[in-house]
T-cell receptor, first 116, second 116 residues
Framework: AQTVTQSQPEMSVQEAETVTLSCTYD???????LFWYKQPPSRQMILVIRQEAYKQQNATENRFSVNFQKAAKSFSLKISDSQLGDTAMYFCAFMKRGNSGYALNFGKGTSLLVTP | GAGVSQSPSNKVTEKGKDVELRCDPISGHTALYWYRQSLGQGLEFLIY????????KSGLPSDRFSAERTGGSVSTLTIQRTQQEDSAVYLC??????????????FGPGTRLTVL
């Protein structure tokens, strides 16, 4: 089974600053996918960014980027120019093909608070 | 277009009663997933449908849990003889197909189940 670990239960950052959320995972697979999802108080899970394990280039989506270190099994999320709307729970997730289709295996989450 | 919808938004029930949770996926999405989000366990995968078929039911916590999908669209998660440990937010997600490189899982707002 794959495990996903997010070691920071809570983080805080000031508006316009940069913050990095950590995620490590454990797998023996070579082909897999990694994701960061955001869950605001509305409960709606929203995809922030995805990374294919076979790609060496780190994924970037506007203010969001990842640092994917495959050998270290690390997948951190960097949020630049933090905005108040970034306040949410952030979940790191692992996905691979199995009997369960492409089910996501989530970490426990990091609660991010962006302050004025 | 419309996103994934779930009903009811909140459900309070008494221990021992049966409950049905409904998920309406995005039109045309063939894959549908149920997850459970609880304080103690975080986010757990429950079951996956490809069309009307559920190839893997191993994520269901007990035989009190069942799910079906009809017409390749609406899905119902049924919990019989509810227990207090069933209290959680039940999230549904759908994706267009089964290609993780392109097929994002879109989540609904969830159903918060409280068992008294």
């Amino acid at each position: 089974a794959q495990t996903v670990t997010q070691s920071q239960p809570e983080m805080s950052v000031q508006e316009a600053e940069t913050v990095t959320l950590s995620c490590t995972y454990d797998t023996s697979e070579n082909n897999y996918y990694l994701f960061w999802y955001k869950q605001p108080p509305s409960r709606q899970m929203i995809l922030v960014i995805r990374q294919e394990a076979y790609k060496q280039q780190n994924a970037t989506e506007n203010r969001f980027s990842v640092n994917f270190q495959k050998a270290a099994k690390s997948f951190s999320l960097k949020i630049s120019d933090s905005q108040l709307g970034d306040t949410a729970m952030y979940f790191c997730a692992f996905m691979k093909r199995g009997n369960s289709g492409y089910a996501l295996n989530f970490g426990k989450g990091t609660s991010l608070l962006v302050t004025p | 277009g419309a996103g994934v919808s779930q009903s009811p938004s909140n459900k309070v029930t008494e221990k021992g009663k049966d409950v049905e949770l409904r998920c309406d996926p995005i039109s045309g999405h063939t894959a549908l997933y149920w997850y459970r989000q609880s304080l103690g366990q975080g986010l757990e995968f429950l079951i996956y449908f490809q069309g009307n078929s559920a190839p893997d039911k191993s994520g269901l916590p007990s035989d009190r849990f069942s799910a079906e999908r009809t017409g390749g669209s609406v899905s119902t998660l049924t919990i019989q003889r509810t227990q207090q440990e069933d209290s959680a937010v039940y999230l549904c997600a759908s994706s267009q197909g089964a290609r993780p490189s392109t097929d994002t899982q879109y989540f609904g707002p969830g159903t918060r189940l409280t068992v008294l």
